[in-house]
């Protein structure tokens, strides 16, 4: 069973920076798209950002280019730099793999895995 772990998530000023991580594990034979999503409390989840194997990003309309995802695909991870934080950002983060990967009986198995979420707060 492949996991997602994710880091960095905490307490921030507003105008603030931090760095989310989120690193995958299993028998992965390979990882295509990589991103984030966020949930604010009684707000559905929404798309923050995400990336290709190829590098290629996408981003939601209210990132307005204060956050950047980039990935490292020898180490399987995929990183959120966020900056100019402000109060509207306050929500637990989760990053998602598509993963291909080796079930026990040597079947490839490709599925869409879920972190467990890190709360990102912004006081204003």
């Known amino acids: 069973q492949e996991q997602l772990v994710e880091s960095g998530g905490g307490l921030v000023r507003a105008g603030g920076s931090l760095r989310l991580s989120c690193t995958a594990s299993g028998r992965i034979v390979r990882i295509d798209d990589m991103g984030w999503y966020r949930q604010a409390p009684g707000k559905e989840r929404e798309l923050v950002a995400t990336i290709t194997g190829g590098g290629s990003t996408n981003y939601g309309d209210f990132v307005k280019g204060r956050f950047t995802i980039s990935r490292d695909n020898a180490k399987y991870t995929v990183s959120l730099e966020m900056n100019n934080l402000e109060s509207e950002d306050t929500a637990v983060y989760y990053c998602?793999?598509?993963?291909?990967?080796?079930?026990?009986?040597?079947?490839?198995?490709?599925?869409?895995?879920w972190g467990q979420g890190t709360q990102v707060t912004v006081s204003s």
């Open positions: 998602y793999a598509l993963i291909l990967a080796l079930n026990p009986s040597e079947e490839y198995v490709a599925s869409k895995s």
